[in-house]
């Protein structure tokens, strides 16, 4: 989807509420947000007031989430290798069965 960030963005829908609602409470928790894409999901995790971290392996998917919530984290990686040390993470989204399909 790099090519066609802006397009997918707009049209890409959001998660039902009901796949965060599930998850909390998030607030003062660091959420890693894994292939966070444009920040769909990065966005409804910040309203729950986590602290978020997203990466995506997309400079243009990162860098369209970084418009919506300019101060986010993000780091450009493969989910397979996160180089984010384990102990500093409470919750990697998306959660097996929660959101994303």
Request: net charge negative; glycine share 10%; no cysteine.
């Amino acid at each position: 989807f790099e090519g066609v960030a802006r397009e997918y963005h707009a049209a890409r829908r959001s998660y039902p509420p009901g796949d965060f609602d599930a998850l909390e409470p998030l607030a003062d928790l660091t959420v890693l947000d894994v292939g966070a894409g444009t920040g769909i999901a990065t966005g409804e995790l910040l309203d729950r007031a986590a602290s978020v971290v997203a990466i995506d392996h997309g400079h243009e998917m990162l860098r369209r989430a970084a418009i919506r919530s300019p101060d986010l984290p993000a780091v450009v990686a493969d989910g397979h290798a996160l180089p984010i040390p384990t102990a500093s993470i409470d919750l990697v989204y998306p959660v097996r069965g929660v959101g994303r399909g």
